[in-house]
């Protein structure tokens, strides 16, 4: 699914990322941990395509394809999706519509006609009820005026509806009381699937508890300092993060 | 600073006058010689006064625009008016200034509830126009007042008694058909304590050169709920004042949406006085593109305490275009625990655009909470990505940005009629290509 190859990124010609390497499979999910400023978001979103960083040297190789190449849009009708750690209020559009552009997009890019009104909104109103959420939300403008809870739940949401191939989930956790918490892990186990792979970056163990790894890994001063299964998330719960910093050191 | 131009103006208006409607009130025609007096010695507003200094109105001081003789209506085209008015509501049509009856529809207005054109509430009812006419704003706000009040031909009258609650809304529809036309009209909406109503101000014209110029006084007793929409589609050739005066009696509440989209030269002055605890909000739009200079000015005064004001101006500008915005809110020294929030917000679409932007609070009281914000600028590229890493491209995704920083504005209108309608103005005026409109 996704390959990186001794991937290193500047930022402000400040070396972030040092030669990253990881290898993910269909299926599998992917935690990687780390202390803040260790480069976890600039991974999550070298991996979209966001602007203003410089790749120095590497590759990342998505489905056999350069994702390096791509621009953020084709990257994600391609099926890589970003849940954003600070999702963006965009006053003005309404979620059903971002929704409905989104999935016309990504099924013209396939070749595929626009989906049918009825069968969207059948859709749409599904995923709504899987993720506990108020129908009015979609007729609401994106993200604006949403709780933090209410942000990452809609992100999930439009996760729920694109099916993406490969998720990545910038700090999810951050910012959710425990009941949101629930359902936001509710709704992405339910989309675990045997050809979808997941990326959570995240700070706290405490997601983990709710969605279980196949693989964490420590992410430090810009390398992948340990990895592990899942049990490695506990070790860190455990200990914190000086003990890795201070092994790769 | 009287020149020869102005003097044409008060010099055909001696033939004007006789013509004029309240020939028989005596309180109205010494209003009106007032008002003359006023702006005989003033002419038009210049650029000198601090309030004018970013628009200029030489150009209708080198033309002389003329009130028309009272017309047949029947040369309007219906599919056309069909465009402006709406379905659903009492309306009052006013071409070139004066009263259409046969394109107006005011059947089934409830009797306690009065909704008829100026000239004729002048005879019906002028003892309670002469305690309202003129109170609302004075002729000596600036001489563009005092030339509605001389040169007004018709308007709209709105009286809504205590506890009345209007079932639909009331539209005005100013409609300027001939080139070269002065349109002048006066406007007074009451609501009587309690009362609640809903009134829609439109102004739009033939694709011809005219003057339109539009002072509306609004009256909001305790307790009572007053929502103006201002939906000013002018033509492009077109000249356009416009006042909005409004007086707030304890508890009012008090909103203005105020989409300003045509005219060549368009101004609008939007006051209100807030007594205890009232509420007001004033929204605005508006979208400047080719050579368009579009101005509104705002003052809030906060005279009594407990308050609350919300202020949103968002402007478009494109091409040449230049928006101006002056929004004061001033406090009063018994106006204390005000509430109070000015914004204006800038999008500029081409490096010729201009925005003037003059944000000012004068606060006198100490227990307050006034903010204010400005931004003059381009879209925002975090929300560019977001839409990117949701398969939009990046064209289309400033399309639909651009497009979603004014409909912000347009998804306030509560009446679908009119939603419609200005989201179509919208539209027309900044097509986005990617914005489906079906999906809206």
């Known amino acids: 699914m996704l390959s990186i190859n001794n991937l290193t990124v500047n930022v402000n010609d400040k070396q972030i990322l040092k030669g990253i390497n990881l290898e993910i499979k269909a299926g599998e999910i992917h935690a990687i941990m780390g202390p803040n400023g260790s480069g976890k978001s600039t991974l999550s979103h070298i991996l979209s395509g966001k602007a203003g960083y410089e790749v120095t040297g590497g590759t990342v190789t998505y489905q056999g394809k350069n994702l390096l190449e791509m621009p953020p849009e084709i990257r994600a009708r391609e099926g890589v999706f970003l849940a954003f750690q600070y999702p963006v209020e965009i006053p003005g559009v309404s979620n059903i519509y971002l929704l409905k552009a989104a999935l016309n997009s990504i099924r013209k890019h396939h070749g595929q006609p626009e989906v049918d009104a009825m069968d969207f909104l059948t859709l749409v109103k599904g995923k709504v009820r899987l993720l506990e959420m108020d129908e009015k939300f979609l007729y609401r403008a994106v993200n604006e005026g949403f709780s933090g809870g209410e942000k990452k739940r809609n992100e999930i949401l439009q996760m729920a509806i694109l099916e993406p191939k490969l998720c990545i989930l910038d700090e999810t956790d951050s910012g959710l009381d425990i009941d949101a918490l629930k359902v936001v892990a509710e709704g992405v186990n339910s989309l675990r699937s045997p050809d979808r792979s997941f990326v959570m970056v995240t700070h706290y163990q405490r997601l983990l508890d709710y969605i279980k790894p196949d693989f964490v890994h420590v992410l430090a001063h810009g390398q992948i300092v340990k990895s592990g299964g899942a049990e490695l998330a506990l070790e860190l719960e455990e200990k914190g993060y000086g003990w890795v910093e201070q092994a790769a050191a | ?440």
């Open chain 2, 1 to 440: 600073m009287t020149t020869v131009t102005t003097s044409r103006y008060t010099a055909e208006y001696q033939s004007i006058a006789p013509l004029l409607p309240g020939q028989a009130l005596p309180w109205l025609q010494s209003l009106r010689t007032q008002a003359l007096e006023k702006f005989s010695v003033h002419g038009f507003p210049s650029l000198r006064e601090e309030e004018w200094r970013y628009t200029n109105v030489a150009a209708i001081e080198k033309k002389l625009f003329s009130p028309s003789i009272n017309l047949e209506s029947s040369h309007i085209d219906t599919d056309w008016l069909k465009l402006h008015q709406l379905e659903d509501a009492w309306s009052v049509v006013l071409v070139d200034g004066h009263f259409s009856a046969e394109l107006s529809v005011l059947d089934g207005l409830p009797d306690s509830v009065s909704v008829l054109n100026m000239a004729d509430a002048l005879v019906k009812c002028p003892k309670l126009l002469e305690n309202y006419l003129g109170q609302g704003v004075d002729n000596a706000e600036h001489s563009f007042i005092a030339f509605t009040t001389a040169w007004f031909t018709d308007g709209l009258f709105v009286h809504v008694p205590a506890r009345q609650v209007l079932a639909k809304p009331v539209q005005v529809l100013h409609i300027a058909t001939q080139a070269d036309v002065l349109a002048t009209t006066r406007t007074v909406i009451i609501a009587n304590e309690m009362a609640e109503a809903k009134v829609i101000e439109t102004f739009v014209g033939l694709d011809v050169a005219y003057l339109s110029a539009a002072v509306t006084e609004v009256f909001v007793g305790a307790n009572a709920d007053v929502t103006l929409y201002k939906m000013q589609c002018e033509s492009e050739k077109a000249y356009h004042f416009g006042g909005t005066y409004v007086k707030q009696s304890r508890d009012a509440r008090f909103k203005h949406h105020n989409f300003a989209f045509g005219g060549l030269l368009a101004r609008c002055d939007i006051h209100t006085d807030l007594d205890v605890a009232s509420e007001c909000e004033l929204n605005g739009l508006y979208l400047g593109v080719k050579r368009q200079h579009i101005d509104n000015h705002t003052r809030i005064n906060h005279l009594k305490p407990n308050a609350v004001s919300r202020e949103l101006y968002k402007g478009v500008l494109d091409d040449r275009a230049r928006g101006v915005f002056q929004g004061r809110v001033i406090v009063d020294i018994d106006a204390q625990k005000t509430d109070s929030q000015m914004n204006n917000r800038n999008l500029l679409l081409s490096d010729d655009a201009e925005a003037d932007t003059k944000p000012q609070l004068e606060i006198y009281a100490d227990d307050v909470k006034c903010g204010h914000g400005v931004t003059v600028g381009q879209l925002d590229e975090k929300s560019i990505f977001y839409l990117q890493s949701r398969c939009i491209d990046e064209e289309t995704a400033r399309n639909i940005l651009t497009f979603a920083f004014a409909n912000e504005m347009v998804d306030k209108i509560k009446i679908k009629g009119l939603h419609d309608r200005v989201l179509e103005q919208v539209l027309v005026r900044f097509p986005q290509e990617g914005v489906e409109k079906s999906w809206l």
